[in-house]
């Protein structure tokens, strides 16, 4: 049987403004064995419903099967350019998380409820009861990877894109890569850690949306500005579009066949001057 992400590669299928848009992102630890609904089913379905509607995405993360040493954590991140931030807090506490506390995180300003993270979190996502793709794709990332970034490095629950495993997340940034095998998430990690994008097999960053997206990596790709920083589409007028894709083909393993859509380039040029 031919799985979602292998029938997407088959068929060419853009990378490009596939990620799923979250300004913010809420992942409590849970090792427990995740079910296809993963967050609702642990308990966190009104949180997840909550944040939802601020842009925030909750999430469930593991180094393994285990507890962790320190017991269950939470990460709360931002992930908007100037105000990125990992906090590290106690999964109780983001459990309980208000409205006006997620209202501040939504807006880039950190809960307070424990301390700034300094070094990067990677996710993989590995929700097989969700997806099959991920499932076997993302552990087999998760161990090749797991060695050499250690505490960095975190399984997760669905991220969306299960047609594009085996997936991985750069935070705080929100950068969103797919379809990679070892040796590519090593050059992802590597440019992230100094400051860069690695435009190849980039999704895109989450804290935009999906025609945001598109535009920053077309111009990126044109005027080769590739730090985390840039911001190149705004100094340029770009144009992009949808357009759908042929033949229609499932989004997960056990979806119906849908026609994509994937966002193309238009017009890229300067901006007027006006007289």
């Not at 507890?67 to 999964?91: D, I, K, W």
């Not at 506390?101 to 929700?127: I, S």
């Not at 940034?173 to 990679?180: A, D, E, K, P, S």
């Amino acid at each position: 049987m031919t799985t979602c992400s292998e029938l997407s590669l088959a068929l060419g299928e853009p990378l490009h403004a596939t990620a799923s848009f979250a300004r913010a992102w809420v992942l409590v630890e849970e090792p427990a064995p995740w079910g296809r609904k993963a967050v609702a089913e642990a308990g966190l379905g009104e949180l997840e419903q909550r944040a939802k509607a601020l842009g925030i995405r909750v999430g469930l993360v593991r180094r393994g099967r285990e507890r962790s040493a320190t017991g269950h954590r939470a990460f709360l991140v931002h992930c908007g350019p100037g105000r990125a931030f990992v906090e590290e807090a106690e999964a109780a506490d983001a459990a309980a998380l208000d409205d006006p506390t997620l209202e501040r995180l939504a807006a880039g300003e950190r809960p307070g409820l424990g301390a700034e993270r300094p070094e990067p979190l990677y996710l993989v996502c590995t929700n097989g009861r969700r997806d099959v793709c991920c499932g076997r794709a993302g552990r087999d990332l998760v161990r090749a990877l797991g060695p050499e970034l250690d505490e960095r490095l975190w399984e997760t629950s669905h991220i969306g894109g299960h047609r594009f495993a085996p997936n991985l997340v750069c935070l705080p940034h929100g950068l969103v890569y797919g379809r990679l095998d070892v040796d590519s998430a090593r050059l992802v990690v590597r440019a992230y850690e100094t400051g860069r994008l690695e435009l190849d097999h980039l999704r895109g960053r989450s804290s935009l949306e999906p025609a945001e997206q598109a535009a920053d990596v077309f111009v990126r790709r044109a005027t080769g500005r590739v730090g985390l920083e840039d911001d190149p589409a705004s100094e340029l007028r770009v144009r992009v579009e949808l357009e759908p894709l042929d033949p229609p083909r499932p989004e997960s393993c056990d979806g119906e066949p849908k026609r994509p859509l994937a966002w193309r380039l238009v017009s890229l040029e300067p901006p007027r001057h006006e007289p």
